[in-house]
């Protein structure tokens, strides 16, 4: 495994880390592809891999996943791993999101949080009292770094200017080779001002696995709608990229994708796995080094600004 410093925070995080909307999701089969018993032996195995990054939220599952994590870390080492969760953007008053953060540390059965996240901006709060009450938490040892999500540059640095006396350690966004938006301005400036852009959805919600195609998507019509909603006409002549150079390599699809996420520094990523067999051969991403050739390859006609 690979590691990098999270912002300028000095607390180090694995290039490949745990998504974890998967435990106690609907929308990705919890209950019938996956339950509590495999999501705890997930978590325990990514540590052993050498994951120390798991990334959740107080509205995956409506706070299962939160649940699932305090679980699994009643019996790891708490130190050994950082905890990311964010709060919902219906809550961004002082008020609401210090509720918030005590609801999930109640939830993941722990004192603090390492990385506590605006989950998306809201239309409708001002966000300078919230900054302002988390940087008064991180003072207090309850959070040990702040980040956002889903923020443009323009919103990231609205919330970086309320801050006073820290500075912002990541903004996660959504970020894979189907998803290249944020290179044009976002990346470049995070990687100027070390901030962490942390992937989510470097698979295109396993998209880029290789097994899916046209004519065979994921189960679930909820999760077809939101892919045809999120990627409209998939491009599969990335796939088909992602597959020939996989065999070349003797890698699998998936590890390809995951390792052109996290090419440079300053960018981890956040798969979310449902068995232990994705989970190993996504960790393995972190060895795989991508030649200029390889990058060209795989970039191809992808990539467009528009
Ligand atoms: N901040 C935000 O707004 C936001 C939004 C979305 C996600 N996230 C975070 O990012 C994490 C990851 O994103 P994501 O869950 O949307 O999508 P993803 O990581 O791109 O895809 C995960 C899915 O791909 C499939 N998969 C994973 N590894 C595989 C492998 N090696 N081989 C074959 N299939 C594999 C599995 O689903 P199937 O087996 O069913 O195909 C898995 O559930 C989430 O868990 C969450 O923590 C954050």
């Keep these: 495994m690979r590691y990098e410093q999270l912002g300028k925070t000095g607390i180090r995080i694995s290039k490949i880390g745990l998504g974890t909307w998967q435990f106690g999701a609907s929308y990705w089969g919890w209950g019938k592809e996956l339950g509590e ?32 994590i305090g679980k699994a870390l009643s019996q790891m080492d708490r130190e050994e791993v950082v905890i990311a969760t964010k709060v919902f953007p219906y809550r961004v008053t002082v008020s609401g999101v210090l509720k918030a953060l005590r609801n999930s540390l109640r939830r993941l059965n722990t004192g603090y949080v390492d990385l506590y996240q605006i989950h998306w901006p809201s239309p409708i709060f001002p966000l300078k009292g919230a900054m302002r009450a988390l940087e008064r938490e991180l003072e207090e040892g309850r959070i040990r770094a702040i980040g956002v999500s889903n923020f443009s540059l323009k919103q990231m640095e609205e919330a970086r200017s309320y801050l006073q006396r ?14 290249r ?36 998507m994921p189960k679930g019509l909820q999760r077809r709608l939101n892919l045809w909603h999120l990627y409209g006409r998939v491009d599969w002549s990335v796939v088909e990229r992602l597959k020939e150079l996989a065999e070349r390599k003797g890698v699998t699809p998936a590890q390809l994708a995951l390792a052109w996420v996290i090419r440079e520094d300053g960018i981890v990523a956040i798969p979310g ?30 990539y467009s600004h528009e």
């Design 273 to 302: 796995a449902k068995n232990l067999r994705q989970l190993e051969d996504n960790v393995k991403a972190a060895e795989i080094d991508l030649s200029r050739e390889d990058l060209s390859f795989l970039e191809g006609s992808s």
């Design 166 to 179: 820290h500075d912002l350690a990541s903004n996660q966004v959504e970020y894979n080779l189907l998803k």
């Design 37 to 68: 018993e495999e999501a705890i032996s997930i978590i325990r195995s990514a540590v052993e891999l050498g994951i120390n990054f798991i990334d959740t939220a107080e509205i995956y599952g409506w706070g299962r996943s939160e649940r699932v």
């Design 181 to 216: 938006e944020v290179e044009r301005d976002l990346i470049p400036h995070c990687q100027r001002e070390g901030i962490t852009i942390i992937a989510y959805s470097p698979l295109a919600q396993g998209l880029l696995t290789g097994k899916y195609g046209p004519g065979r």
